[in-house]
Each structure stands twice: as structure tokens, then as C-alpha cells.
């Protein structure tokens, strides 16, 4: 409770951070904002021009010339996010030391602030992706309202695994050098660039050991075959985004002082 407390005392800092890191980031910029759009929209469009045009990529069961294109965009959004979220805490107190050394401020809103920024990027990410989908002729169904479901089963499992080893590396700072090279092949594992039933039967079990793969397959089948998520794919992500969480809380609480004397 007390941390709650926190949390919604220093909702201003929470949020004023938030803002201040997109203003840094287009400080004297003549576009400014638009980047934050220009950025995706080249992402998505670069996924849509050479995958699908001159790869002539296409898809089984959607009758689209740019249906691999479409699913790739699809997996690309809940990755993104993930990953961002992922990747932010894994540093998250190392890169912000000298703001805990000389600041009286909670640290649980630190996890807050990086969602909050990740979570914008993402539904600008979206926008762009929607726009492309309309050119490319494709219009996502009103199952696009099991989107929130998805997006915060991401963040939960982004920053539950992400604060649990971004703490053990304020004390192992190999963990930071080790995890980016893991989460290249988490990319490859997880089926973004394919499609799981593409997979041999014996080993496609495997790869719902992995719980992005859920997670990602929710994002399809709302955007790309405009189906409703499957739930039971989600139990198992769900369930581990709520286990790191409780996990990186406790690791919190334990840690809290030592951190700051170890940055």
C-alpha cells in the first residue's frame, strides 16, 4: 500500500518524464513530433514494399498480394513492445544511478515511466500500421477490441522479466551484455517472420514453451485473419507475467537499499 501511495504522489513526476523524454529526443528537430510517425510508418512500409512486392511473400487463407506483409507487421507490433520494455528495464536503475544518488523519490516509478514510454510508441506504431493496412486494402474487424487484452499481458510480461534481471544486473553486469544476444534468438523462436503451423508437428509444442508465441498469435489472429484471441493460449503468458511480476517486487523490496550502494 505504501508503494501505491507512492506511486500516485509522484504521478506528475511519472508523467512529466515521460513528456520530457519525448521532447529530449526531438529537441531541435524541424519536424519535431512527426519523426515519431515518420519512423514506423518507414518501418511498416519498407515490410510492405519488399517483402510482399518484390518477394512476392503471400499467405495461405488470406486473400491479399500483401498478406505476408500484413502478418509480419502484425507480429511486429506486440514484439516491439515486448521488447522495448524488456530491453529498458534490463538497465533501467543502472542508467538512471546518479538520478537515485541524488534524488529522495520512489524507484518502483522508474518500471512506470518506461511502460508509460513504450506504451506510446507502440500505439503510434499502431496508427501507422492501421494506415498501411487501409492502402494495402486490408480492414482489421471490431475483434481490434481484444487489442487492450494483449497489450497488457506484453507490458506485464515485458516488465516483470525485464525489473527481475534488470535488478541482478545492478550486482552481475554481465546479465546486461548476455541478454540482448538472448533476445535475438527469443525473436527467431517465436513465430513473427513464419508461421507456427509451418513448423514439424513433433517440435511445434516446443514453441508454446515460449510465451510470446501466445501472445504474438493473439495479435494475428486480431489483426490479420480479424478472429477473437484465443484465451487458452494466453493462460500460460499470463500466468508467468504475473509470477516475474510478484517475483521482481519481492527482488525490489530486498534489494531497494542495496542497489543504491552498488550504482
Do not use: C
Not at 516483470?160 to 527467431?188: A, E, S, Y
Not at 511480476?245 to 531497494?256: C, D, G, K
Amino acid at each position: 500500500m505504501r508503494q501505491l501511495k507512492a506511486i500516485w504522489a509522484y504521478r506528475f513526476f511519472i508523467l512529466s518524464s515521460i513528456k520530457t523524454e519525448f521532447r529530449s529526443r526531438f529537441a531541435r528537430s524541424k519536424l519535431g513530433g512527426l519523426w515519431m510517425i515518420l519512423n514506423p510508418l518507414a518501418q511498416v512500409a519498407i515490410y510492405a514494399l519488399v517483402l510482399s512486392a518484390v518477394l512476392k511473400a503471400k499467405l495461405p487463407n488470406i486473400d491479399n498480394q500483401y498478406a505476408y506483409a500484413i502478418y509480419l507487421m502484425a507480429g511486429t507490433l506486440g514484439w516491439s513492445l515486448f521488447s522495448e520494455v524488456f530491453g529498458k528495464s534490463l538497465n533501467i536503475f543502472i542508467e538512471n544511478g546518479n538520478l537515485i544518488k541524488k534524488m529522495a523519490f520512489p524507484k518502483i516509478t522508474l518500471p512506470l515511466i518506461v511502460a508509460g514510454s513504450a506504451l506510446v510508441n507502440n500505439i503510434l506504431l499502431f496508427g501507422a500500421i492501421l494506415v498501411v493496412f487501409g492502402i494495402l486494402g486490408h480492414i482489421p474487424s471490431l475483434h481490434l477490441l481484444w487489442l487492450p487484452v494483449l497489450v497488457i499481458a506484453t507490458l506485464a510480461l515485458g516488465l516483470g522479466l525485464g525489473l527481475m534481471l534488470g535488478i541482478l544486473n545492478v550486482f552481475i553486469r554481465d546479465i546486461g551484455q548476455v541478454i540482448p544476444i538472448i533476445l535475438q534468438f527469443w525473436f527467431w523462436l517465436t513465430p513473427i517472420v513464419y508461421v507456427a503451423n509451418t513448423l514439424p508437428e513433433e517440435y511445434r509444442k516446443f514453441f508454446y514453451y515460449n510465451p510470446m508465441t501466445g501472445i504474438i498469435e493473439g495479435y494475428q489472429n486480431i489483426l490479420v485473419y480479424n478472429k477473437p484471441i484465443d484465451i487458452t493460449t494466453l493462460i500460460y503468458p499470463i500466468a508467468l507475467a504475473s509470477i516475474t511480476m510478484l517475483l521482481a517486487l519481492f527482488m525490489y523490496f530486498r534489494a531497494n537499499e542495496e542497489m543504491a550502494d552498488a550504482l
